[in-house]
């Protein structure tokens, strides 16, 4: 079975600073998706940026960047120019590319952005 | 308007009640799921459903039901609430498009 993992319960960051938010994950299957989600006081989910496994070339939106390592099973999410907007919960998820289509999520960290 | 509705948005129940939390899309996804939020967890899959003659159970399926009404309904019940089942519930929807969840904002249950 897949798992996600995020073993930084939570971080700080520097207001205008950069900060990298870890995830690895587990799987035997070589198409899938990867995912990091936002969730700000509001609770509401948000997508922030997705990686299909086949692309070699690690996504990037706007501030929100990712190293994705496949064979190290590592997916970072980079946070530039962080703002205060920035703070709140982190989640990274996987999905297979086939079959039951289900969503695998880590447990979360936290990101605090200080002024 | 919201394309994944959930009802309600917060509710406090007491032990042994039944409560329904609803779910509604305008997406045109076939497949929905729920999943429960608890601090330090993470997401954890309750039920998932591809259309509308095909439920699935997740990792904690124990203590919940689901109901497919039509493709754009997907409701979960709680036939005899308990405490533990205090969390916050997510209903997602996903297309193939782009392998992306959209989430509803989010039903926070409180039982007592």
Redesign the interface.
Known sequence: AQTVT?SQ?EMSVQEAETVTLSCTYDTSESDY?L?W?KQPPS???I?VI?Q?AYKQQNATENRFSVNFQKAAKSFSLKISDSQLGDAAMY?C?Y?S?YG?????????TRLKVLA | DADVTQTPRNRITKTGKRIMLECSQTKGHDRMYWYRQDPGLGLRLIYYSFDVKDINKGEISDGYSVSRQAQAKFSLSLESAIPNQTALYFCATSGLATGELFFGEGSRLTVL
């Open positions: 995020q319960p998706y995912f989600y609770r509401q989910m997508l997705r299909e989640f998820a999905r590319a039951t289509y289900k969503y695998i999520f880590g447990t979360g």
